[in-house]
């Protein structure tokens, strides 16, 4: 190796601030070996259900990949879905297993079935909707996992009953994401 490739290796490597000491990279908290989570069945057999009707089933949670990525399996009964939001720091992917979703990202809007995915880029506004009949089931994943995990299962838990608007943002805010606007299915009112 020439000495010019040694120091611009020496150079990429994290350092301790103010220290010439390479910082030890860490994995502790991954797991070490592979898994299988069955269908219909939840990571840890504890599904998280949420206000808009959703049962969320983990399949590999935030806690698997030091935060890299959260996956889950979402079945919804009732049409509809969530508020417009955006992640400026994550990324979102769906997979539709079963059912027909519409799902907006920025200015486009896109009609997904089962077999087709819809990618989401952060930092862009995105929402979806079930509108067809009948259960649906779709994969949803965030990478990096950010606090996305935490936040379903607290909704879960029922944090955000009785609270405001102003506090069910703030909320959302402390968890990585915002609201921007009203669901997809709003507009259908008028």
Request: aromatic share 12%; glycine share 10%.
């Amino acid at each position: 190796m020439k000495r010019s490739e040694f120091f611009n290796l020496t150079l990429a490597l994290p350092f301790v601030p103010g220290s010439m000491k390479p910082k030890k990279l860490s994995r502790t908290d991954r797991v070490k070996k592979g898994f299988r989570v069955v269908t219909g069945q939840d990571r840890f057999d504890k599904s998280i259900s949420l206000l808009e009707g959703d049962t969320f089933y983990t399949k590999i949670s935030s806690k698997d990949t030091n935060g890299d990525l959260y996956t889950f399996e979402s079945t919804r009964v009732k049409n509809g879905g969530p508020t417009l939001h955006v992640h400026p720091g994550q990324d979102e992917w769906w997979y539709i297993l079963e059912g027909e979703f519409k799902i907006k990202i920025g200015d486009d809007l896109f009609e997904a079935k089962a077999g087709d995915s819809v990618f989401g880029p952060r930092g862009v506004p995105h929402t979806f909707s079930k509108v067809s009949e009948g259960v649906a089931r779709m994969i949803i994943t965030f990478q990096p996992a950010g606090k996305m995990e935490e936040f379903f299962t607290s909704v879960s838990q029922g944090v955000l009953k009785g609270k405001s608007e102003l506090e069910q943002d703030n909320f959302r805010k402390a968890h990585g994401f915002e609201r921007v606007g009203p669901p997809l299915d709003y507009f259908k009112k008028f």
